[in-house]
């Protein structure tokens, strides 16, 4: 009997959040799109890998870390631009919609800055990864691969302002359709340009490049398109507000800046793990670099939750509603620890499902070292994960407050403390095995999870808006 009045009270439980405000179904709402949208993302991500890992073991050991090190300097712009979301959900909340507009063309603005530096960078890839000291093919590659992918700098990062035009209002489908579309773009220009079929050149890695850059000049254009329509720019100001306002821009940087270094300092310090392991061997680093793909397969989607965190805590604190706000976030938990505990236990239980898609057109000789050390390492991937769901969630309800200075410090904080330092003493200074590091790495995830959930608990974050007040008058 009481296991039945147990079993009761969860089922009226989860019948009332699924239908409340702030419940299961609004946040499945909009994050059900978004997961969708970086779940394309994460399976071109995964693709590419594995047609780089079918084409050579040295062309899958040079993209991660010249592809990470793209990314991570290309994320101190995504991440500052893609904080529009942000004052599009405050903006909306608060029955503001002209300034959306403006606040758009401002990350606009900073994708051209964030272009120009990427473009500076081309000519230093070489001498960098010269430094580096991996293989001599590999450093080859990585200078290939990091050269063109930063091309795509000013389309990439200006999709991500774009996209936020559309998620900080709650209207998601049309970011997973570019995003899907893009993704396809891709996978087709990968395939041809990598291998050299229907007519194109083989082109190896470069063309893994080409058709990363391909997409995000697909995705722009796109955007633009969208945007371009005579109803968003009536309502929404998403051309007449296309002028530089420099109380905004200020603004946004104010806000945005500190999630973008977040973000940059997060790849930094992932990067440089990644970096210190290519120097226990190419197998290590092979290793090492199809097991975050496959963590990145399933990882990916929950960023879309993520996203909805940000927005829903964004309208919900215009609306001056803290209490619902809270709700959202508690609910998109729900959903998101359930999904990381489930692809944690596949992990463990079932890790050929992961690696086999790699292992098909591999080499069987040289991948068979590759294989044994990655069904370890997804073992550590599978415990890190756990924690990784409180890192989406509540750094992201936090971020879409407006408290992201506190992620910021946090991240350069422990990043250096429990990640880069532990790492270069054990794998350089003692040389430690790859378990070591990797042991050192999940314990940074973990960490970081725990010290967003008691920020979050803590409540500061109901208190702060990232918009300016109703009386402001435009300069």
Known sequence: MKQRAVTEKIVHFLAKRWSSE???????????PLILSTGAWSIQH??????????????????????MLNFTIMSLFLGTAGYVSTFVAQYHG?????????????????????????????????????????????????????????????????????????????????????????????????????????????????????????????????YLILLSRP????????????????????????????????????MVGFTTFILLIGRLGTPQLAAT????????LAFM????????????????????????????????FHLTFLYMASVAAAYVLVPS???????????????????KTTVILLRFVAVYSLFDALNIVFASAIKGAGDTRFVMCMIAIVSSVALVIPSYIALVLLDAGIYTGWTIASAY??????????RFMGGKWKSMRVIEQASYVKE
């Open 46 to 67: 995964f693709v590419d890998r594995m047609f780089l890992t079918w084409y050579s073991p040295e062309a899958i050991a040079a993209a991660m870390p010249a592809g």
């Open 445 to 454: 995830v973990s960490i970081l999870g725990l010290i967003f959930l008691f």
């Open 94 to 222: 608060s029955g503001r919609d002209e300034r959306i507009g403006p606040a758009l063309w401002q990350g606009m603005y900073l994708a051209i800055i964030g272009g120009i530096v990427h473009l500076v960078l081309v000519p230093l890839a070489g001498p960098f990864f010269r430094f580096v000291g991996h293989e001599p093919l590999v450093q080859q590659y990585e200078t290939v691969y990091f050269q063109v992918l930063c091309l795509g700098a000013t389309p990439a990062i200006a999709s991500s302002a774009m996209s936020g035009f559309f998620s900080g209002r709650g209207k998601t489908w049309p970011v997973m359709w570019v995003n899907t579309l893009g993704t396809a773009v891709n996978l087709i220009l990968d395939y041809g340009l990598i291998f050299g079929r229907w007519g194109l050149p083989e082109l190896g890695i470069k063309g893994a490049a080409i058709a990363t850059v391909m997409s995000a000049c697909f995705s722009f254009v796109a």
């Open 301 to 332: 989607p929950m960023i879309g939750f993520g996203i909805a965190v940000s927005v829903l805590v964004g309208q919900y604190l215009g609306k001056n509603r803290p209490d619902l706000a809270e709700r959202s976030v508690y609910s998109s």
């Open 231 to 266: 109803t968003h720019d009536g309502r929404y100001y998403t051309l007449r507000g296309r002028m530089f306002e420099r109380v905004l821009f200020l603004r946004l940087m104010y806000f945005g800046f500190p999630s973008g270094v977040q973000f940059f300092l997060d």
């Open 22 to 32: 702030a419940g299961y179904r609004q946040v499945l709402s909009i994050a059900i």
């Open 289 to 296: 670099n199809i097991a975050f793909n496959i963590n990145t």
């Open 353 to 371: 499902i992961f690696v086999d898609p790699f292992a098909s057109q591999a080499d069987p000789a040289s991948f068979i070292a590759i294989r």
